[in-house]
């Protein structure tokens, strides 16, 4: 068993490394491809230094699974080639919303992978925190609907984001003048109700995927509607969600049901820094309930603060757990 990372030198791909440097899964060799721009350079793993090879020299056969980590420009061209030598996980949002590709949560859906055709899409990082929590309360209770606000770091937006943000930072507190080039206002000490473009509703892309995206994973009859906020965070993604059920809902069972969640862990103490914040999630591969509490204005539902690590359960860590699904099938 091989496997190979594309986009290997971003940021998704270097946390894909990460994690599977750390991981106890067995194959023989992993192949690093990028770019011209990246090819040539080396990374350690394992002891060994992996020389990054240029994308459009390399030989996907030469690997039983692809992590492609590029961005959709990148899948849309590569990722069909590649499916016709190797199983393609792929993180961009091209293939997401296409039918007879599995979009697949490791601990929500995957059953969803016996339907695959050699392409397996990775959902949007926002959603995939969310439907950790939502799946067991959905199976119990039946959701109804769901409203979602969301505060998400500027990693989710890739390394020259979070380099303005840094720069801003510094700029602000030594007094000088701020410019934005990766976001449409001032990042830092501020906040940006707008992630990805508008659509005409007047919601953005991100505000679309978590929908969509959320319907296509659970249940096509959840309603979900969203507002995305990127916030002066470094990495963390954290989300405001309040659920509605069918019929009424024992709240000592939801504590019981969200406990044992796949993924998740609830620390919810009601009291001063009993809940979780972005900064300490950041690098863990937990995903976070806190704040659980009735909704005083709807009988039927509750409200949740979830929190987690955007570039790991939100992209890198999944697509090697769907790996390992995979092998478990091979």
């Not at 954290?238 to 796949?262: G, M, R, V």
């Not at 987690?308 to 091979?330: F, R, W, Y």
């Amino acid at each position: 068993m091989n496997f190979a990372i594309i986009g290997a030198s971003g940021n998704v791909g270097r946390k894909t490394i990460e994690i599977l440097e750390k991981s106890k899964i067995k194959f023989d060799s992993l192949f690093l491809v990028a770019s011209s721009k990246s090819a040539g350079q080396k990374i350690k793993f394992r002891n060994k230094e992996i020389i990054i090879e240029n994308l459009e020299a390399y030989d996907f056969s030469k690997a039983q699974i692809t992590f492609f980590a590029a961005g959709s420009q990148i899948a849309k061209e590569w990722a069909p080639k590649a499916a016709e030598k190797t199983i393609v996980i792929d993180n961009s949002s091209y293939f997401r919303m296409q039918k007879d590709v599995p979009l697949v949560v490791s601990e929500v859906n995957p059953e969803a992978l016996e339907k695959h055709k050699n392409i397996i899409s990775n959902p949007n990082c926002s959603t995939m925190q969310m439907v950790l929590p939502l799946k067991p309360l959905h199976d119990e209770y039946k959701i109804k609907r769901v409203i979602v606000s969301t505060y998400q770091a500027v990693s989710g937006a890739g390394k020259a984001s979070m380099d303005e943000l840094f720069d801003q930072t510094k700029n602000f507190l030594e007094g000088k003048k701020i410019s934005s080039q990766n976001f449409t206002k001032q990042i830092a000490f501020n906040l940006i109700p707008h992630i990805d473009t508008f659509d005409k509703d007047g919601y953005t892309k991100e505000e679309l995927k978590m929908t969509n995206e959320t319907k296509k994973i659970l249940d096509e009859e959840i309603e979900v509607t969203a507002t995305c906020v990127r916030v002066p965070v470094r990495t963390g993604h954290s989300e405001s969600i309040n659920i509605e059920f069918d019929n009424l809902y024992d709240f000592e069972n939801i504590i019981k049901i969200l406990k044992t969640a796949p993924g998740c862990k609830v620390i919810d103490d009601r009291k001063d820094g009993g809940y979780i914040t972005p900064i300490e999630a950041e690098g863990d591969y937990t995903t976070y309930i806190s704040r659980i509490r009735k909704d005083n204005s709807n009988v039927k539902a509750i409200n949740l603060w979830v929190v987690s690590d955007n570039l790991l359960k939100g992209a890198a860590l999944n697509t090697v757990q769907i790996a390992e699904c995979l092998m478990k099938k091979i």
